[in-house]
């Protein structure tokens, strides 16, 4: 196999939309379907809904196995590429480079989506249909995007008889949206035990993010360098039961109601200042306009003033505070029956600056009534906060290259995700963990991840695959890459 040469391999969005074609003429050969289809298409028209730990489509995900091996036959069959199956379905590709001297990488993507209820769609959630420009449908940008574009950027280099220098990982985990137990954390242990060390991981999480600022025109690029800790607890209220004709002062669905609203009602503390979010705005500070700008860059003065702004806004205000979500609620059996118990989960997302413990004794101290007893069902805090510096090499090739593929985003910002991933499973590999998706997200977007109407133009998805297939190439480089020109 011939070594690649030195220069970069540039790979122009004509020539993949080429590729494209290659793909769609391939599947009309080989299936009796006559619609056309991408490889992101055909992933999205497999139902890989995770629905809870115990029970995901295990039927779904099988076929997703077989689907991407039909479709990235080079992947599969290279020799320097050895590809295993962790946990029955999540995938595990250790790609060798040819310079042991490296630290190695990882990029990581997810197969299972959350399910979808086909009412208020504009196209059926697993159709896969390409309509005006877009591909829609579950999973387009949570996160069948960054799965099938990883491998078919793989796939690209592959073909072009590219060989890596420095080894990588892919971890595609089958089971994220329903905390990976099975998927992320069994590779994470694997390779632990393989005594594997990883210079960075890049997985989904954050955007170039487009329109959230009022007053802010212009796009910016925000990799995230931690996310935000978790609690989900059972809040459960049991009272005696009885007749409905005869009914008690209170109910156990009024106690445990008024509960929760209390909680609702009552916003946990505003943690402005403490965390990773000053640094993002202080970064951001030059994107505005006079007097924006200027309130920013001093924050030690106008903090108190940013931090209500940013409140206002349900979007910015999980920036700055833990966020209390009630997602389930379930009491009563009958309309004349005075129900014996209520229960309600909520769903708690922890600012960088709280931990479990503290959030907890918050929580009990709202509620406030011991008639309501609290069940943990699963927490952690939040995740560490990686490395931004000018020697943090994951953050710095992020950077390069988003600059060199979005050339009109000119600030790249360190923030949190609001959202989990499947990478705090890997944090005894690595300090340096990413999120970062090389998309565009719009407030519109963002909805529709875990919505309805997600869907992905196709340039974008296109975009995706090309950034990728240069952030491996630039990985390769064996010193942190230099800052970019815009700094000096
Ligand atoms: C000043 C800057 C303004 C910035 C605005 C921020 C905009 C936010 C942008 C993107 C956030 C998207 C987050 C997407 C990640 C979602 C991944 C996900 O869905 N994870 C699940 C995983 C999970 C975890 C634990 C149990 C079950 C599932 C989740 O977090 O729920
Ligand atoms: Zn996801
Ligand atoms: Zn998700």
Known sequence: MKRRSAALEILNLKELSVHRGLWENQWLLSSVISHLYTPLTGAIRIPTVSFSPENVNATALAEFGEYIRTVFPTVFKTSFIRHEVIGEYSHLLTVRGSDPSLQPYMLMAHS?????????????????????????????????????AILQALEL?????????????????????????????????????????LAFIVDEGNFILDGFIPHLKKPFAMIAVSEKGSINLRLEVNMTPGHSSAPPKETSIGILAAAVSRLEQTPMPNMFG?????????????????????????????????????ERNYITNALVRTTTALTMFNAGVKVNVIPPVAQAIINIRIHPAQTVQEVLDLVKNIVADNRVQFHVL??????????????????????????????????????????NTDSRHYT?????????????????????????????????????????????????????????????
């Not at 994107?287 to 940013?306: K, R, T």
């Open 157 to 197: 280099l592959l073909n072009r008889n590219y060989i890596p220098r420095r080894s990588f990982f892919i971890a595609l985990g089958h089971d994220e949206e329903v905390s990976g137990q099975n998927g992320a954390q069994k590779i994470s242990a694997l390779l632990q035990a393989r005594d594997i060390k």
């Open 274 to 310: 403490s965390g990773p979010l000053k640094m993002t705005l202080q970064e951001l500070a030059h994107e505005f306009s006079f007097p924006a700008n200027i309130i920013l860059s001093n924050l030690w003065l106008f903090g108190p003033l940013v931090s209500r702004l940013m």
């Open 112 to 148: 299972d989506v959350v399910p979808a209820p086909d009412e208020g769609w504009e196209v059926p959630p697993f159709s896969g249909l390409e309509r005006d420009g877009f591909i829609h449908g579950r999973g387009t940008l949570d996160n069948k995007n960054s799965l099938m």
């Open 378 to 419: 699963t927490a952690f805090d939040p995740l560490p906060v990686s490395p931004s510096d000018h020697q943090a090499l994951g953050y710095q090739l992020l950077r390069q290259t988003i600059q060199s593929i979005f050339p009109e985003v000119s600030t790249v910002v360190p923030g949190i995700c609001i959202g």
């Open 428 to 488: 005894n590999l690595t300090t340096s963990i990413y999120r970062f998706n090389p998309l565009y997200l719009h407030p519109q977007s963002f909805r529709s991840i875990h919505g309805i109407n997600e869907k992905i133009s196709v340039p974008a998805y296109e975009t995706q695959v090309k950034f990728i297939f240069e952030f491996i190439q630039n990985a390769d480089a064996d010193q942190e890459p230099a800052p970019h020109q815009h700094e000096l």
